[in-house]
């Protein structure tokens, strides 16, 4: 049975990935802040993107995100296992993605599947990313 702190965690947690979620879609880059540790390293190498640092990230979507007239990162099938043994709680957690990314024109719509894979730490402002990896799994690119 899980305890009432790990419930709270868990909840957390999912709170944390929507609002990544909800900061990427509504282009508000400066709302990631709230969702990774200052030193994150955040890899998006696998889906076309670049591995670095949260404020290298904030300039590489704003740079090239524009190419895209609307994107919904949908995140489910999360397994989230946290470890209270160490120091500062951490979590390592995995959740899917499906990502549809309308490209400028409306002509194209780039379908992606893909997985989070992320650590995450308690912090004194709460639970924030530290690392995420994006493992690819599919694509499909569909122009009409």
Same mark, same amino acid.
């Given at each position: 049975m899980l305890s009432q702190q790990e419930i709270s ?8 990935? @929507?609002?990544?979620?909800?900061? *990427?879609? #509504? ?12 030193? @994150?390293?955040?890899?998006? #190498?696998?889906?076309?993107? +670049?591995?670095? #640092?949260?404020?290298?990230? &904030? ?9 895209? @007239? ?6 489910? #099938?999360? !397994? +989230?296992? *946290? ?7 951490? @979590?390592? !957690?995995? =959740? ?10 409306? &002509?194209? !719509? ?18 924030? +990313?530290? =690392?995420?990896?994006?493992?690819? =799994?599919? =694509?499909?690119? !569909?122009?009409?």
């Amino acid at each position: 049975m899980l305890s009432q702190q790990e419930i709270s965690d868990r909840l957390e947690i999912l709170d944390l990935l @929507a609002r990544y979620c909800a900061a *990427i879609d #509504s282009r508000r880059w400066d709302d990631l802040d709230a969702v990774f540790t200052p030193d @994150a390293v955040i890899d998006y #190498s696998e889906m076309g993107g +670049i591995r670095g #640092s949260l404020a290298e990230q &904030k300039v590489f979507l704003d740079d090239n995100l524009p190419a895209f @007239a609307g994107f919904q990162h949908l995140v489910g #099938s999360t !397994v +989230i296992d *946290i470890d209270y043994a160490a120091d500062a709680d951490t @979590a390592a !957690v995995r =959740s899917i993605c499906f990502n549809p990314m309308v490209v400028a024109d409306e &002509k194209q !719509v780039l379908f992606c599947g893909l997985w989070y894979r992320d650590e995450i730490v308690r912090t004194p402002q709460g639970w924030r +990313i530290r =690392s995420r990896h994006e493992d690819r =799994s599919w =694509s499909l690119d !569909v122009r009409r």
